[in-house]
Every structure is written in C-alpha cells, then in structure tokens.
C-alpha cells in the first residue's frame, strides 16, 4: 500500500495534519492502553468479529496516519461500522479508572463523526451517505427509508385535527421518522401534553435536525439546518422546545451548543422526561389497565450517551395492568437497535442482525411486548419482533392507552 506523508502538498495532506493534531492524544492513549474491553460491547463488533470495526483500530488507523502509513481513503470505510451508541466510551479504562496514566476522557463517538466529516471534506463519500444527505437537502427533511412522500408541505400533517398553533413559549420538535412514518407516536405525545395542560404550539417551518447529517460527516449541511431551525424558533418566540426523539436531544444538546455557542440559550426538554414529572406531579392519571408483559429496550442516546434510563422505568412501573420485567441498565450497554448513525443506510444488513439480536433477548425474558423511547430504534426492532412474536410499542403509546385518549 501506498503511504502519504502527513501534510503533503495535494491530497489530503493539510486537512489530515489539522485533523491528526486534535486528535492524536487520543489515538496514542488508546492505542497504548491496548485493553479492548470495549470490543464486546459493541453491537457491530458482536455481529461482524472484524478488529477493523472496534474502536481500538479507529484510533490506531490515526496513529498510522499521523505516521504517514494511511490516508482517509484508506480508513473512510471502517467507520461506517458505528452507531455511535457510545458503548465502548463507558468501558474504556480511560474513563473508568483515575490513575496518572488514566487522566482521560475517552471520546470515541467525537472520533468517528471527527473522521467521517474528515472523509466528506477531502471528497471521500459513502453513496448511500452522499444520496442521502442530497435528498434530505432537497427536501428540507430525511427521506426516511420506506419511501413515504417527504416535503415541508407535509411535516406537521400528523397534527392534523388536534388544534395545535404555531409558535409561543414552548414549541414540539417532531422528528422526521416520526412525522412522516410513525405518526402515532406524535400524536400520542401531543394528546398526553393536551391532557396534562401543557401550552404548545409547532414551528412554522421545520426542518431536520442536522443530527444524522453531523453523523455522517456533512457537518455545513448540519449547521445550516441548525441555523434555520434556531431562526424559526426565534421568530415564533420560542424558549423552551419539547423533544421526542433522543437523537434530536443529543443534537440540541451538543451539535447545537457547538454551533451557537453561548448565544444558544434554549431549554431543551425531553418528552420522556417531561411526562414522568407530570405523573409524579399528578397532572397526568394513568387509569385504563394496559395487559402486556413488557421489557424496554434502553435508547443508547438516552442510557449510555446521556445516563437517562429511571424516567422510563419510571414511567412503565406506573402503568396499570402491565407486567414490567426489566434488565439492569448497565446490562443494556451492549444493547442496540443497530439503527444510529446513518448504519442502516449504508449496513441495513448488520442493523437487521444487531436488531434481530436484541429482540431475541426480549424474548428469553418471556415477555410479549418491547417497549422503546426512540422512533429510530422501533423500525428495525418491529421487523425483527415479527418472527419473533414480539410487538415494538413506543412508550408515549402505551402511556397514552393508559390515560384513555384516542389518536
């Protein structure tokens, strides 16, 4: 193989310098370590036993090319094999532990949005990726995977009849996949808020996210969603903005912030969140008996990236007639839909297995229901549910049932 020196004229060589300088404590603090304790609790590693998709050779490919031995084009490829469910992050030493050696914090999700935006800005494109993102730009919203008509004509159409404005204080951000596939779950979370006397309206003119995009490297696709998105809330006077998707959460919590810096002053509420405060507040009764036997599949954006798994419980175990039967949450670290990070675009193949895996485990627990928190997760999941005699349902679905309301 070809080897290219770091900061060579043409190529990629100065975009590889700038990107190897932030980043290569990072590699040599793995790449020293050599643990790997983080290869068996990563959902791909599990399915494809290639040490090219861990995490450990993710940052050993930035040691090689900080020593001038592989170039992007090299090593784009592998880092498709990422959900960025941040798995690994929880059991590396280099977070654990606090010795000398020790003194850091891994970063592995940052890495690999870090090399895939490096690959996209040196011309480096996976095509399922690049069509993608092309037809999100497009269309102001991602195309979603079955096919469904997407356009911002037709983003809020699952609101339809339920009275909602547009604008105030508090708006709800509804995810594509949410918007224009799994239309129930809005309206669910819509009806709850109704119930409970939560004031909010729409935005004018939503877009997606970014997120997905960030995820896949087009970072200035990402931000320009971001700076619409930022722009309509401000001109519906929006400060508080209800989130039901977790990977909306973790782009307005931490794509954003970086976009905007301290000129982002929203708060950013999580649906799950906000629901198990109203039932302990009393605002919202759960009284009709919901007869299932369920467990719950942890949404890696809620669990592992952002420690947020006794909500949902929460929230379950005040269910009536549902028989919950739950895992440890640390258990679950090594549990996926297989469905983040743009996988499913580029490896349906591997998203059907990790999925097929974590149904399987339901299963075992004998239960006939696996309750999810994340509209991203409950696609892969439901296919593979169906030879499995397993039903995915969303948990503002559920909750929903129980309060009585119809959709």
Avoid at 352 to 372: F, G, P, Q
Wanted: negative net charge; glycine residues 8%; hydrophobic residues 40%.
């Amino acid at each position: 193989m070809a080897t290219r020196e770091v900061g060579s004229e043409g190529g990629d060589g100065a975009l590889t310098e700038q990107f190897v300088a932030e980043w290569r404590n990072a590699a040599y603090n793995c790449y020293s370590s050599g643990h790997k304790f983080c290869r068996e609790v990563c959902p791909v590693m599990q399915v494809t036993r290639d040490e090219a998709h861990t995490p450990t050779a993710f940052h050993a490919n930035v040691v090689a090319m900080e020593q001038g031995h592989l170039s992007i084009e090299d090593v784009a490829r592998d880092y498709v094999h990422c959900t960025q469910c941040g798995a690994c992050e929880l059991r590396c030493p280099n977070t654990l532990f606090t010795g000398d050696f020790y003194r850091f914090r891994t970063r592995t999700v940052d890495l690999v949005k870090a090399v895939r935006a490096l690959a996209v800005e040196s011309g480096v494109h996976q095509p399922g990726w690049q069509r993608w993102n092309e037809l999100t730009d497009e269309r102001k919203n991602e195309p979603v995977l079955n096919g469904t008509p997407v356009s911002q004509e037709h983003v809020a159409d699952w609101a339809d009849g339920l009275g909602l404005p547009v604008g105030g204080e508090t708006v709800l951000f509804c995810d594509c996949e949410a918007a224009f596939y799994r239309t129930s779950l809005p309206r669910a979370v819509a009806r709850i808020l109704q119930a409970a006397g939560v004031e909010f309206g729409l935005m004018r003119e939503q877009w997606c996210c970014g997120g997905p995009a960030a995820e896949m490297g087009y970072v200035d696709q990402a931000r320009r969603f971001a700076e619409h998105n930022v722009a309509d809330w401000r001109a519906v006077g929006a400060k508080r903005i209800l989130v039901l998707d977790p990977h909306d959460y973790i782009s307005f919590t931490e794509d954003y912030p970086r976009f905007f810096g301290d000129d982002y002053d929203f708060e950013i509420v999580l649906v799950v969140e906000l629901v198990a405060e109203l039932l302990r507040e009393g605002k919202l009764t759960l009284s009709a008996p919901v007869d299932r036997v369920a467990t719950y599949h942890d949404a890696c954006r809620l669990n592992k990236r952002k420690g947020i798994y006794e909500a949902p419980r929460e929230i379950l175990r005040a269910i009536p007639g549902l028989t919950f039967k739950d895992v440890d949450h640390v258990t679950q670290w090594s549990y996926c839909s297989g469905a983040g990070a743009g996988l499913s675009i580029e490896r349906p193949d591997l998203t059907a297995e990790i999925s097929r895996r974590r149904v399987e485990r339901a299963k075992r627990l004998e239960v006939d229901t696996l309750v999810s928190a994340c509209v991203w997760s409950e696609r892969p999941l439901s296919e593979q549910g169906e030879s499995q005699d397993v039903e995915v349902v969303d948990l503002m679905e559920l909750v929903a049932q129980a309060a009585g309301l119809e959709l």
